[in-house]
């Protein structure tokens, strides 16, 4: 049913008497308008007559978290899954202060959502939970709207799903709840925000832009084509992998495009700080890259060091031009990836013999075999390599998994398993906050229902929100955990010990993680040996319940990640 320029109050009604809705009915009519099926909420005062009323809309699936940062994290992570708008809603005051981490970390990765936020009364002499909703939002990077009129109720919904979708920005509304108790006034029916898209439109690339660009396709010797998310959405997957054929060009993803050329022999799978050893020292030697569809991020070029010597030309629909405190490309080109991509392909049959020598057997041999960091550490009795542990989940995890990648120090292990599709990659890196990723991925398992989503994740950060097994459990949630617990906080261990000083700050031993996701009822297994990983996964995909893997890793095993940083911050140290 279109929910379109209907009287969107009858949605929703509490009572059957001949009077108007009240407001908060009224407001959660027009959110079913914007086709919102599904919330993440945490009630109090300020938010529990409109969510409890949300609750009953025909069709409504609701999620009640234990901590508000979490109700917006899932919402992102149910952004991630499914493409629309997230929704979630939390109290007045304190409510909303626990949402600063998830709201910034929205606006860094540019999800959209809608915040529903009780304000405390407008005709309140005093509260306790009055605070300056709009300064909070404000410094997170949202949007706020402050619903005063009943008159405008129509209005202030429509402008939140607007912008969220339009600026890709999470939007917060904040609505006193006394106001929410009065009767919505007789004001014209709902009319969805998506009617007032402009259209995007497709930029088209710049004959003379791209004929530059195909003479350095013709005269690099090691030429790499760097695919970015913007590829996926473009359509452009299979172009891009043509035009590297025609050229002779090695393949490469960012981070959000991880997985997508694993299939061909001469793609070194993501680069930048995420990388394999190979994809580092073919970074070295690059004459020309080719970056499509990526917008260049600190990682993605690993800080600057990832291609010394290349000429880098970044073709994007928005290319950035300075990002992450760095100029990322030495040649710009504004257009979508697969017009640009098309364009290149279609002067090639006219053109001469690309220079390209960089395929070679051997190097197919090297991409195939070889592991992705060689360096040796002797792990303690009793723990794991973590390079190990992810060798053998590759073998194991079925390749149709949405991923959600923890942070930490973990996260460079399971990043280089290969396989996997790209568009199931879930990743939040942009304001580096570790605790949110459990809620990332019950959002997204909220999303498919399937169970057949993972979670990496470290020991400190899944112990930071470990309340919500509660919700996993109580919603009969299904999804996989695998917790390296290496019990500490890695990131910090190995800075401190590479510093020389006391590590013990960081330390706190490997808390028994499967007992405790026992506790909550769900089901929990403790791995100190890589052979019980292919029976547990086997077990996982037959039973109907969550599971979290408790796996004791070494806390030696320092990642290729975080030597680099080591060795960067030990090069400012001399330099200064
Ligand atoms: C909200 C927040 N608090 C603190 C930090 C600093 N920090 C970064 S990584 C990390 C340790 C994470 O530990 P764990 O999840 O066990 O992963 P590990 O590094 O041990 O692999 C910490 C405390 C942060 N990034 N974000
Ligand atoms: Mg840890």
Known sequence: MSHSGVAMSDLIRSSTANVPPRIYEGLASAFLAEGVDTQFCLLGDGNM?????????????????????????MAMGY?????????????????????????????????????????????????????????????????????????????????????ARHERRPVVIGVPYDLQQQRMPDIAPYEQSALALPPVPCPIPDPQTMADIMERLLAARCPILVAGRGVLHAGAVDLVEKLAD????????????????????????????????????????????????????H?????????????????????????????????YVRADARLAVEHVIGQFDKARTPMAAIRSADLA????????????????????????????????????????????????????????????????TGFGAIGSDIAYAIGIAAARGTGRVVLFEGDGSLLMHIQELELIKRQKLKL??????????????????????????????????AAIARGFGLRGETITDVSQIGPLMRSYEQHGDAEL?????????????????LEARNEEKVST
Request: net charge neutral; aromatic share 8%; proline share 5%.
């Open 299 to 331: 990682h993605t070029l690993d800080g600057g060091r990832m291609f010394p010597k290349a000429h880098m030309v970044q073709i994007d629909n928005e290319p950035r031009g300075i990002w992450h405190g760095r100029r990322v490309a030495d040649s």
């Open 246 to 297: 025609k050229v002779g060009a090695l393949l490469g993803t960012t981070l959000l495009g991880r997985g997508m050329y694993d299939h061909h022999p001469f793609s070194v799978g993501v680069v930048g700080g995420f990388g394999r050893d190979i994809a580092r020292e073919v970074g070295r030697e690059a004459d020309l890259v080719v970056a499509i569809g990526a917008s260049l991020s």
């Open 49 to 73: 007559h409109w969510s409890t009323a949300m609750m009953h809309a025909p069709g409504m699936k609701t999620y009640h978290a234990r901590h508000e940062h979490c109700a917006v994290a």
């Open 480 to 513: 996989l955990i695998v917790c390296s617990n290496d019990g500490a906080y890695g990131s910090e261990i190995h800075k401190l010990r590479a510093d020389g000083m006391d590590d013990s700050g960081a330390i706190f031993g490997r808390t028994d993680l």
């Open 549 to 565: 893997w408790n796996v004791h890793m070494s806390d030696k095993v320092v990642s290729p990640m975080m030597r680099a940083t």
């Open 79 to 163: 952004h991630s899954a499914t493409g629309k708008i997230g929704v979630a809603s939390v109290t007045c005051g304190p409510g909303f202060t626990q949402v600063m981490t998830a709201l910034t970390a929205a606006v860094r990765s540019r999800v959209p959502l809608v915040i529903f936020a009780g304000e405390v009364p407008l005709g309140a002499h005093w509260h306790s939970q009055m605070t300056d909703h709009h300064a909070f939002a404000a410094a997170c990077g949202a949007h706020y709207i402050a619903a005063r009129s009943p008159r405008l109720m129509h209005q202030y919904v429509r402008d939140a799903f607007f912008v």
């Open 365 to 428: 041999r090297r991409i195939r075999d070889e592991p992705a960091d060689r360096a040796e550490f002797a792990v303690e009795p009793g723990t794991l390599d973590p390079r190990q542990v992810f060798a053998e989940l590759e073998k194991w995890l079925p390749k149709d998994y949405d991923i959600v990648p923890g942070d930490g120090h973990q996260s460079y292990f399971h990043t280089v398993m290969r396989g996997g599709d790209p568009a199931k990659y879930h990743s939040m």
